[in-house]
């Protein structure tokens, strides 16, 4: 892959001098827009335009169904990933969601859309997304040079906001101007797009599994037995059972994540029942959200404390955060409140990644992250349908009401770890981290998400 000639000590941008890379995560920002459009636009057609009465529980359905693929889908994804081309599997899923959006936008468009098929599409669309995303984070190696590849990871990762954040500010105005049929068709645009530029990229050819990584110092040396056998797996409790520390966190969060995930339902009543509000609103809110996650996610690491001090510390500002539209209805107060909730979410993103990628032996590594993304992301589903149905019973405000409460525990239990903890992980991970040192501008955002 061609390297662009610049002066001496001085770069051009990741996405320029790895233009294969540029491309395909391009694509990625499409496809990851396009699904977040779709969900914040039905969601807020569900509340505003359809449902009378149940419109929490509708909303709250569509969220889980498209979260739900990424949780149960994770071995098939994995087998998929490990077996397949991966520009052909990155292709084929841009292509799937483009075709199924080109029908919803039809039918929608030639006869009334019942929601049923609302509620497949969205399922659809999140299965196609599922396959896209860790496709394109194992694909990195492939399309980046080897000094490229834990920033490519740390931008690729980060910059997912940004997809979030254009798609969270179109879908709802789309809906209110076009209806489904346009909100479809745009998303139809953004997944063909996307398809059609991992098309024109040429991947290079994966590195042999058993094997040293391309372009290391192991390529030229001669093997030895130790050098190619297999390294013994382990499975994710014995990982976890070795780092208790790191344990301990990801309960944390994953009881966290149970109230914090929630706002994707919580917002779109609440501007409904509350603000009466129409889709600019909702688009408003969605963006304020997505913009404080991006502002966190790049300013994260220069947080300074202990990754528990300010994990703990973000989430009692979030439990303060959500409260905030509980007691305030004015809709610039909510805004800023949410933009606060999502620099939190971005800062406990990276700090903990980071934490995550010094704490856990390399061996373990994928396996852990595989499915610290699955347990993570298993309270989207429960926490959309459990609000969901709330919000058709209780007052939104009292929605957000609870949601702070709930993470008060979580904000405690994190502060007070035990010491030991720590220490026990730092001495299980040293033998096999030592030489690494992953710095905290490569990591990923939304350890929280």
């Known amino acids: 892959m061609s390297t662009p000639t610049v002066a001496p000590g001085r770069r051009p941008p990741l996405v320029l001098r790895n233009r294969a890379f540029g491309t395909v995560w391009l694509g990625q920002v499409f496809t990851q827009a396009g699904t977040r459009m779709f969900q914040v636009g039905t969601s807020w057609w569900l509340i505003g335009h359809v449902a009378s009465g149940d419109g929490g529980f509708a909303a709250g359905m569509l ?9 149960a889908l994770a071995p098939l994804v994995a087998r998929a990933i490990a077996r397949r081309s991966h520009r052909s599997l990155l292709r084929g899923a841009a292509a799937g969601a483009g075709t199924v959006a080109a029908v919803l936008a039809g039918w929608a468009a030639a006869s009334d859309l019942p929601v049923v098929a609302i509620y497949a599409a969205a399922l659809a669309l999140a299965t196609c997304q599922a396959f896209f995303d860790p496709c394109l984070t194992t694909s990195v190696p492939e399309l980046v040079d080897d000094e490229d590849i834990e920033a490519a990871t740390g931008f690729e990762l980060s910059t997912q906001s940004l997809a979030s954040l254009g798609g969270a500010l179109l879908g709802a105005l789309v809906v209110d101007a076009a209806g489904v049929a346009g909100l479809a068709a745009g998303c139809a645009v953004a997944y063909g797009t996307a398809a059609v530029l991992i098309t024109t990229v040429r991947f290079r050819a994966p590195a042999p599994a058993e094997g040293p990584s391309v372009g290391s110092d192991a390529d030229t040396a001669p093997e030895s037995p130790a050098d190619t056998a297999p390294a013994p797996r382990r499975t994710l409790r014995r990982i976890l059972g070795r780092l208790p520390y790191v344990r301990a966190i990801l309960l944390c969060f994953t009881a966290a994540n149970l109230f914090t995930t929630a706002v994707f339902v919580v917002m779109p009543l609440y501007t409904a029942k509350v603000l009466h509000g ?6 408003l809110l969605e963006a304020s959200l997505g913009l404080g996650t991006l502002i966190g996610s ?12 300010v994990g703990s510390a973000c989430l009692g500002a979030m439990a303060v955060a959500l409260a905030v539209p509980g007691l305030i209805a004015a809709w610039p107060v909510i805004a800023g409140a949410l933009l ?12 903990f990644v980071a934490l995550f990628q010094r704490l856990v032996p390399a061996a373990d590594k994928p396996a852990f992250f595989a499915v610290m993304q699955a347990v993570l992301g298993a309270t989207f589903p429960v926490a959309s349908l459990l609000f969901g149905l709330l919000g058709d019973h209780l007052s939104a405000r009292t929605l957000c009401l609870i949601q702070a409460a709930g993470l008060v525990p979580a904000a405690l239990a994190l502060l007070l770890l035990p010491r030991r903890y720590r220490t026990a992980d730092a001495a299980a991970a040293r033998p096999a981290d030592a030489p690494e040192a992953a710095p905290a501008s490569a990591t990923p955002a939304g350890g929280t998400r």
Not at 63 to 71: F, G, H, N, R, W
Not at 340 to 351: A, D, K, L, N, S
């Open 63 to 71: 969220m889980a169904l498209s979260t739900l693929p990424a949780v």
């Open 278 to 283: 129409d889709g600019a609103t909702v688009s």
């Open 298 to 309: 790049f300013t994260g690491a220069r947080v300074p404390g202990r990754p528990t001090a």
């Open 340 to 351: 606060v909730t999502g620099w939190c979410v971005g800062v406990i993103g990276v700090r």
